[in-house]
């Protein structure tokens, strides 16, 4: 069965860092293009960052760009998302997903992800 497993949120002042884990289970990272996604409520969900199944393939949106890093680890199948220089406006829940018809050298932040993790409450407050 497919599963991801969002951990690494939490309240963090302003300027200050987390680090994101996104762990998959049920399938390798090298068959599907991973996704960051934020929601606030009342806001449509964001495309934040994105790597594609090669692996060598990152896009970030135009807000994170710079101080937001997208990355993965195959032996642990797991994909991190840096959050540095971290601002209130990056307060959201992060979904990290999964398309299992991405492609290998592209990744994008349209509709094609199928399957969710739980999601994760990144708080940047003082």
Not at 55 to 72: C, L, M, P
Not at 113 to 119: A, H, I, K, N, V
């Amino acid at each position: 069965q497919l599963q991801l497993v969002e951990s690494g949120g939490g309240l963090v002042q302003p300027g200050g860092s987390l680090r994101l884990s996104c762990a998959a289970s049920g399938f390798a990272l090298d068959r599907v293009v991973i996704g960051w996604f934020r929601q606030v409520p009342g806001k449509e969900r964001e495309g934040v960052s994105c790597i594609s199944r090669s692996g060598g393939t990152q896009n970030y949106a135009d807000s994170v760009k710079g101080r937001f890093t997208i990355s993965r680890d195959d032996a642990k199948n797991t994909v991190y998302l840096q959050m540095n220089s971290l601002k209130p406006d990056d307060t959201a829940v992060y979904y990290c997903a999964a398309d299992s018809m991405g492609l290998l050298f592209y990744c994008g932040f349209g509709g094609g992800y199928e399957y969710w993790g739980q999601g994760t409450q990144v708080t940047v407050s003082s």
